[in-house]
Structure formats: structure tokens, C-alpha cells
């Protein structure tokens, strides 16, 4: 049976390239924000979601970590998708023909270089996908769009220049959410995802933390941000490279619960390359 696979943005998106990575011959859900994506999953309209969660120029997807640890969601898998920016244009259009540029801001600002050395106007749109299906509705020679060689895919543009970013190490890290919770085994690498709320006493965090350093567990990454409004309410998004089966993890997070009062793991999963 056909699974449906939610992200975020329009078919084309890089999103959907990701999704589409891991779960190839399935059908995907485009939706306008990452709420809106969250709850497909939730309420049943889609079996799973893909969704961005840290960009290697951008940082963490600051909405991805207020939203996730409160939708009641699983983290099952994760996946790196390198962005490659593709200059689209209509069949037929050459690259000395094209006069001006449309994608979403942040993309425009990606290719500087390339568009200032061929002297293209910039037009900014809401998203890359959704630049690539107006340039294909206008079917204008002299305007091309900046997005995936997926969304040219979609919306039959021809490819007039690949990998026009300034950048060459820019990706995106993306989570797989399940309604339910499939912990994989403790075998390979595995990764652990958790969230956790510090008590407010001294030198509390300094203290969690230490038990992952003397238990030999390698903490990738730790993100913190305010929690309803409060300035003296922090919580705490943290990645560890291990299984809650291990005796480090097991000791690690035991040392954890004497400094928190809130902790929640998201999910354990296979480690992506």
C-alpha cells in the first residue's frame, strides 16, 4: 500500500527531493508551514513527515525545535541533502538569453556570484519550487528560475547551469517523524535525540553535562531556547551519538534526571552518513 509522505513547501521543493530520497515510489504531501506538515502526520493524513532541521550556512530551523518536542512525534531517521542550485529555464531558452532571475531570497543570496557575472535582475518569490511552476506558467525565455534539478523535473525547465552556488558545502540535515515509535536497534550507529529542561539551581547544566563527558558519550549537538514566554524557562534539544541500551547512555541520562526536571527522548535511529 501507497504511504503518504509530508513535507514542507511545493512540489519541486528541496524538502520534497529529501523525502523523495528516502522514500522513493511513495506519494508526497505538500504543505504550506511546518505546523501544517506536523499535523498531517498527527492527525493521520500522512503516514510520515521530512522536515529540515539544521542547514550547514544557516543553522537550526528555529521552528522545527519549538514545534517537534510538543507535536508528540517520533524521530525515526534522518538524512543529508546536499542544496545544489540549478538555473531553470523554459525549453528553449539559452543562458545568454536569459535577463532576469526569480527564487526565493535566501537562494538569490546563495548565487551571488553567478548572478552578478551574468549581470541577471533578481526577482524575489516565496519559495525555489514555487519560482520554477510560475517560470514554467510564463514561458518567458528571458527569465529563469533558481531552484533544484528535481522541481525542473516537475515543471519540464530545461537545466542552463548547474551547481551556481557560492557555497560548495551547503546542506541540509532532515529528521523522519513517524506517529509512533520505532527505536532501532542497538546495532551500527545510532544517534539519540532528546529534550530535557534544566532544575533552577547552580551550575545545573554544567553539571547534566557531565555526566555524558565522564561516561565517554559524544554529545553532536546542543540547542537551547525559551519555553513559554518565560525567560527562566530553558529547554534543552540535544543529539548524542549512542543507544539508550548503552551503559554509558544508561549512566549518562541517569546523572541527567538528578539536575532536570523535565526530559523526553524523541528518538533513537540509524546514524546517516
Known amino acids: 500500500m501507497t504511504k503518504q509522505i509530508a513535507f514542507q513547501g511545493e512540489p519541486g521543493a528541496f524538502s520534497h527531493a529529501a523525502a523523495a530520497n528516502v522514500f522513493?515510489?511513495?506519494?508526497?504531501?505538500?504543505?504550506?508551514?511546518?505546523?501544517?506538515?506536523?499535523?498531517?502526520?498527527?492527525?493521520?493524513?500522512?503516514?510520515?513527515?521530512?522536515?529540515?532541521?539544521?542547514?550547514?550556512?544557516?543553522g537550526?530551523?528555529?521552528?522545527?525545535?519549538?514545534?517537534?518536542?510538543?507535536?508528540?512525534?517520533?524521530?525515526?531517521?534522518?538524512?543529508?541533502?546536499?542544496?545544489?542550485?540549478?538555473?531553470?529555464?523554459?525549453?528553449?531558452a539559452r543562458l545568454e538569453d536569459i535577463k532576469a532571475v526569480q527564487s526565493l531570497s535566501v537562494a538569490l543570496g546563495q548565487c551571488r556570484k553567478f548572478i552578478s557575472a551574468n549581470g541577471l535582475r533578481t526577482i524575489n518569490a516565496v519559495d525555489t519550487a514555487g519560482s520554477a511552476r510560475e517560470i514554467a506558467e510564463k514561458a518567458d525565455p528571458a527569465v529563469a528560475a533558481i531552484a533544484s534539478r528535481f522541481a525542473g523535473e516537475i515543471y519540464g525547465l530545461n537545466v542552463l547551469a548547474e551547481n551556481i552556488e557560492d557555497a560548495d558545502h551547503n546542506t541540509t540535515r532532515f529528521l523522519v517523524l513517524s506517529p509512533t515509535e520505532q527505536r532501532a536497534p542497538n546495532q551500527g550507529k545510532v544517534k539519540t535525540t532528546f529534550v530535557f529542561?534544566?532544575?533552577?539551581?547552580?551550575?545545573?547544566?554544567?553539571?547534566?553535562?557531565?555526566?555524558?563527558?565522564?561516561?565517554?558519550?559524544?554529545?553532536?549537538?546542543?540547542?537551547?531556547?525559551?519555553?513559554?514566554?518565560?525567560?527562566?524557562?530553558?529547554?534543552?534539544?540535544?543529539?548524542i551519538e549512542g543507544h539508550?541500551?548503552?551503559?554509558?547512555?544508561?549512566?549518562?541520562?541517569?546523572?541527567?534526571?538528578?539536575?532536570?526536571?523535565?526530559?523526553?527522548?524523541?528518538?533513537?535511529?540509524?546514524?546517516?552518513?
Open 24 to 58: 522513493p515510489g511513495e506519494e508526497f504531501l505538500g504543505c504550506v508551514t511546518f505546523e501544517e506538515t506536523l499535523n498531517a502526520v498527527q492527525s493521520g493524513k500522512a503516514d510520515f513527515a521530512v522536515v529540515p532541521v539544521e542547514n550547514s550556512l544557516y
Open 197 to 239: 529542561r534544566v532544575r533552577n539551581v547552580p551550575a545545573a547544566l554544567y553539571k547534566a553535562m557531565g555526566g555524558f563527558a565522564t561516561n565517554g558519550v559524544n554529545m553532536t549537538k546542543l540547542e537551547s531556547y525559551m519555553v513559554g514566554g518565560a525567560f527562566t524557562a530553558t529547554q534543552f534539544y540535544a543529539d
Open 60 to 92: 537550526r530551523i528555529t521552528d522545527i525545535h519549538h514545534l517537534l518536542p510538543e507535536s508528540g512525534l517520533n524521530i525515526i531517521g534522518e538524512t543529508y541533502l546536499r542544496v545544489e542550485m540549478t538555473l531553470l529555464g523554459v525549453p528553449g
Open 244 to 273: 539508550p541500551d548503552d551503559i554509558g547512555v544508561q549512566h549518562a541520562f541517569e546523572e541527567l534526571g538528578f539536575f532536570t526536571d523535565y526530559f523526553r527522548i524523541l528518538g533513537v535511529y540509524p546514524a546517516a552518513d
